[in-house]
């Protein structure tokens, strides 16, 4: 590297920290992103050389990123440099890792940064979750997220690149299947909805049971390297997952770490033990108290994450709590409503709170759900329950802040 | 018994499309119309219908889903005076031609004599329509630009967003309603979805109301600011 590439690089490394830095002190947010965008102007080749010689790990998808990089981090053990405040664009990556020079980094990416993150940062491994319909508004189309996963791989010249993919998702498989040496993790994946129609020919993917595949002879791949069943088996060693955070899909998140992390040969029984010891993640499953209330704030932020999550809730007829917002960083178009199952809600007194708690009231009107919009919340009735509330992104940021511990 | 069918939701039905049919059954239900909602998959044939919904869907599957309708008995059904209502890659699918991948021509089902080119740029964003007096409020999200012949009556003119030109939305034939507002558009303006029951069933409507009303009356509000 050229000399003045070093100091143009450190340069634009103080620079970050001093902004990251004021932008706390002045309360303008956690300051990460506003001092990663200062640095990329300055080198945009930094995240190339903040990344170089350190174990790199990146995670995308869908739905589960922020979870699974936590669990990445918690099982690796020891010192991980993380974008944990879920800063997943490059800005976010370049705060991140002038903040702390960790051999360990572990990686949130936007799925449409997959790419370029992929070069700038020549991670050992990747993990590919899912692909579902998300803020249609800005990222428009899924198949073609896909496609775009796919041809990075393709082109990607590093042979060495671990890809931990999801076996059950057709999408990812499309994605990934271009890699020889693909990693295939066997996980339970409920939400098919993007992927009846196939990626590689439009006609219809049969799902038989826990399997699928399409005429044109596209199919979920046989060579399994993780399977998720009561116990998880990854490369042949079997481990029990004992999380202490809800879910199915967070026991798909778990097995993806997990073998991510077997990926750079992290002794597994150590790093399970860690990872089953996660209760919450940025507020994500924690109970808090609110008002009188005590509220288990749960995040759900498209159709995929809303099944998944209502999923988790308690079979009774406890009162529900979802918040439903339309800002820049949930999408403008509430539409998405209506591909929520929210009719497993029925037997539930539903609240409508948020900016578009009309929508969601309007939403659960027409799926025969009984519920009360919201309007003043000083007001709600005491609840003799924990109250689960669903909210998507900015909502639940909105929740975490007005509750406390 | 009224029969509406929802149809190829697995390849029409990105953005929320279900909720036009879950709207209109409802509709229907809470006045005590003998009503059933039903969706026809890939692998079924299109059933006889009173009201058939199209939905939005990416480029592959608009074009299998042109294919299957062609080879059905969709257009002779739609020709003898069955209802429609189509939104965005539905609109398109209706007319003579339409766009897919870059700017590769599709031949649509020419039930309507209309053609979708490739826009400048893609339409997303709020879209109000001015329909008879009455405003109609959604959301688009598409590339396309759909030209209506001289014989086409657009659906209504364009308040705010771009709908076939950014000055017309959709169309109106004596059977057919379409509208670039993807999705849910019937759920959120409940008297545009009762225009439509009340043509399917062939009869005046109870009023009734419903969560919508209130929706609708905050979306004009925000939508005309
Ligand atoms: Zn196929």
Request: contains cysteine.
């Given at each position: 590297?050229?000399?003045?590439?070093?100091?143009?690089?450190?340069?634009?490394?103080?620079?970050?920290?001093?902004?990251?830095?004021?932008?706390?002190?002045?309360?303008?947010?956690?300051?990460?992103?506003?001092?990663?965008?200062?640095?990329?102007?300055?080198?945009?080749?930094?995240?190339?050389?903040?990344?170089?010689?350190?174990?790199?790990?990146?995670?995308?998808?869908?739905?589960?990123?922020?979870?699974?990089?936590?669990?990445?981090?918690?099982?690796?053990?020891?010192?991980?440099?993380?974008?944990?405040?879920?800063?997943?664009?490059?800005?976010?990556?370049?705060?991140?890792?002038?903040?702390?020079?960790?051999?360990?980094?572990?990686?949130?990416?936007?799925?449409?940064?997959?790419?370029?993150?992929?070069?700038?940062?020549?991670?050992?491994?990747?993990?590919?979750?899912?692909?579902?319909?998300?803020?249609?508004?800005?990222?428009?189309?899924?198949?073609?997220?896909?496609?775009?996963?796919?041809?990075?791989?393709?082109?990607?010249?590093?042979?060495?690149?671990?890809?931990?993919?999801?076996?059950n998702d057709p999408l990812?498989v499309y994605?990934?299947?271009?890699?020889?040496?693909?990693?295939?993790?066997?996980?339970?994946?409920?939400?098919i909805a993007d992927a009846l129609s196939c990626p590689k020919c439009t006609l219809a993917i049969s799902h038989v049971?826990?399997s699928w595949h399409c005429t044109c002879g596209f199919a979920k791949?046989?060579?399994?390297?993780?399977?998720?069943?009561?116990?998880?088996?990854?490369?042949?060693?079997?481990?029990?997952?004992?999380?202490?955070?809800?879910?199915?899909?967070?026991?798909?998140?778990?097995?993806?770490?997990?073998?991510?992390?077997?990926?750079?040969?992290?002794?597994?029984?150590?790093?399970?033990?860690?990872?089953?010891?996660?209760?919450?993640?940025?507020?994500?499953?924690?109970?808090?108290?609110?008002?009188?209330?005590?509220?288990?704030?749960?995040?759900?932020?498209?159709?995929?994450?809303?099944?998944?999550?209502?999923?988790?809730?308690?079979?009774?007829?406890?009162?529900?709590?979802?918040?439903?917002?339309?800002?820049?960083?949930?999408?403008?178009?509430?539409?998405?409503?209506?591909?929520?199952?929210?009719?497993?809600?029925?037997?539930?007194?539903?609240?409508?709170?948020?900016?578009?708690?009309?929508?969601?009231?309007?939403?659960?009107?027409?799926?025969?759900?009984?519920?009360?919009?919201?309007?003043?919340?000083?007001?709600?009735?005491?609840?003799?329950?924990?109250?689960?509330?669903?909210?998507?992104?900015?909502?639940?940021?909105?929740?975490?802040?007005?509750?406390?511990? | 018994?009224?029969?509406?069918?929802?149809?190829?939701?697995e390849?029409?039905?990105?953005?929320?499309?279900?909720?036009?049919?879950?709207?209109?059954?409802?509709?229907?239900?809470?006045?005590?119309?003998?009503?059933?909602?039903?969706?026809?998959g890939l692998n079924?044939?299109?059933?006889?219908?009173?009201?058939?919904?199209?939905?939005?869907?990416?480029?592959?599957?608009?074009?299998?889903?042109?294919?299957?309708?062609?080879?059905?008995?969709?257009?002779?059904?739609?020709?003898?005076?069955?209802?429609?209502?189509?939104?965005?890659?539905?609109?398109?699918?209706?007319?003579?031609?339409?766009?897919?991948?870059?700017?590769?021509?599709?031949?649509?089902?020419?039930?309507?004599?209309?053609?979708?080119?490739?826009?400048?740029?893609?339409?997303?964003?709020?879209?109000?329509?001015?329909?008879?007096?009455?405003?109609?409020?959604?959301?688009?999200?598409?590339?396309?630009?759909?030209?209506?012949?001289?014989?086409?009556?657009?659906?209504?003119?364009?308040?705010?967003?771009?709908?076939?030109?950014?000055?017309?939305?959709?169309?109106?034939?004596?059977?057919?309603?379409?509208?670039?507002?993807?999705?849910?558009?019937?759920?959120?303006?409940?008297?545009?979805?009762?225009?439509?029951?009340?043509?399917?069933?062939?009869?005046?409507?109870?009023?009734?109301?419903?969560?919508?009303?209130?929706?609708?009356?905050?979306?004009?509000?925000?939508?005309?600011?």
């Open positions: 590297m050229a000399k003045s590439t070093i100091l143009r690089d450190r340069v634009a490394a103080v620079a970050i920290r001093t902004v990251n830095r004021v932008s706390r002190m002045t309360g303008r947010g956690s300051g990460t992103v506003i001092g990663g965008r200062v640095g990329m102007k300055i080198a945009p080749d930094l995240v190339t050389s903040l990344t170089r010689g350190r174990t790199v790990i990146l995670v995308s998808g869908t739905n589960g990123k922020t979870t699974t990089t936590s669990m990445v981090v918690a099982g690796w053990g020891g010192s991980v440099t993380t974008n944990e405040t879920g800063a997943n664009m490059p800005a976010g990556h370049v705060a991140a890792l002038v903040e702390s020079k960790n051999d360990h980094v572990a990686l949130e990416v936007d799925e449409a940064w997959l790419g370029d993150t992929l070069t700038s940062t020549r991670p050992h491994v990747v993990v590919l979750l899912n692909l579902s319909r998300d803020q249609l508004d800005r990222a428009n189309e899924v198949r073609h997220l896909a496609e775009r996963w796919r041809k990075a791989l393709e082109v990607h010249d590093d042979t060495n690149l671990l890809v931990v993919a999801n076996a990812v994605a990934a299947e271009v890699r020889a040496n693909a990693v295939w993790c066997d996980v339970p994946t409920t939400w049971g826990n791949p046989v060579a399994l390297t993780a399977i998720l069943g009561d116990e998880l088996v990854i490369d042949g060693a079997t481990v029990t997952l004992e999380l202490s955070m809800p879910g199915e899909f967070n026991r798909s998140n778990a097995t993806m770490a997990l073998t991510a992390l077997h990926c750079v040969d992290i002794d597994l029984d150590e790093a399970v033990r860690r990872v089953n010891a996660i209760h919450s993640v940025v507020g994500r499953f924690s109970v808090r108290r609110w008002n009188g209330h005590t509220l288990r704030l749960l995040l759900a932020k498209n159709p995929s994450g809303f099944a998944a999550m209502l999923a988790t809730l308690p079979d009774d007829d406890s009162d529900v709590w979802v918040a439903i917002n339309a800002r820049v960083a949930d999408g403008h178009d509430p539409s998405w409503l209506y591909d929520v199952p929210f009719e497993l809600l029925r037997g539930h007194r539903v609240y409508c709170f948020g900016d578009r708690r009309l929508d969601l009231a309007t939403r659960l009107d027409y799926g025969q759900i009984d519920y009360v919009v919201v309007d003043d919340d000083s007001s709600m009735p005491a609840s003799k329950d924990t109250v689960s509330v669903l909210a998507n992104y900015t909502a639940f940021n909105d929740w975490l802040g007005r509750s406390v511990p | 018994m009224t029969t509406i069918c929802i149809l190829y939701p390849l029409l039905g990105t953005y929320g499309d279900g909720g036009n049919g879950l709207a209109v059954y409802e509709r229907a239900r809470r006045r005590g119309i003998d009503v059933e909602l039903i969706s026809v079924d044939t299109v059933p006889d219908a009173s009201l058939y919904l199209l939905g939005g869907g990416e480029d592959g599957p608009q074009r299998l889903a042109a294919d299957l309708l062609r080879t059905s008995s969709f257009g002779s059904r739609v020709r003898d005076g069955a209802y429609v209502v189509a939104v965005c890659a539905g609109l398109q699918i209706l007319g003579l031609t339409f766009c897919v991948e870059g700017d590769d021509e599709y031949e649509g089902l020419g039930l309507v004599d209309v053609v979708t080119s490739r826009g400048e740029r893609r339409s997303v964003g709020e879209l109000a329509t001015r329909v008879d007096g009455q405003l109609l409020v959604g959301f688009e999200n598409h590339g396309g630009r759909t030209t209506l012949s001289g014989g086409v009556n657009a659906l209504g003119t364009v308040v705010k967003g771009r709908g076939n030109d950014a000055k017309l939305d959709g169309y109106r034939t004596k059977n057919i309603w379409a509208t670039y507002a993807h999705g849910p558009v019937l759920a959120m303006n409940p008297w545009f979805c009762d225009e439509i029951l009340a043509s399917v069933v062939g009869a005046e409507l109870d009023p009734i109301t419903s969560a919508a009303d209130l929706l609708y009356q905050e979306r004009c509000r925000v939508l005309s600011s």
